[in-house]
């Protein structure tokens, strides 16, 4: 995150009580922070940190260099990543999963 390069865009899924520390601490440090959560108001909040809020998961891994999941158990994540399936190929991060 120098002059020549831009600041490396962070999505992050789910933004309650770690999430939001996350995606605020990411923000400080000079990442574009990208944020969502299924209480679009938690994410809201974050705009004031300098996070853009998005209203779904799709829309908020789009153009993310990386995606930060912070969210409650497997369902949820399953959930939230299968409404945000749509925008992995756009992803730069290709949405390549670990297991």
């Known amino acids: 995150m120098t002059e020549n390069n831009p600041p490396v865009s962070v999505a992050v899924l789910g933004t309650g ?3 939001a520390a996350v995606a605020r601490n ?3 440090k000079g990442f574009h922070v990208r944020a969502w959560n ?3 108001e938690k994410a809201q909040v974050l705009t004031a940190d ?3 809020a998005f209203d779904n998961p799709a829309d908020v891994i789009s153009d993310a260099d990386v995606i930060v999941i912070v969210l409650k158990d497997g369902p949820v994540v399953n ?3 299968a409404a945000a399936r749509p925008a992995c190929a ?3 991060s290709g949405c390549n999963s670990a297991r």
């Open 38 to 40: 299924r209480t679009a």
């Open 79 to 81: 959930e939230a990543m």
């Open 50 to 52: 300098g996070a853009q």
């Open 26 to 28: 990411l923000a400080r």
């Open 90 to 92: 756009k992803a730069r």
């Open 17 to 19: 009580l770690i999430g």
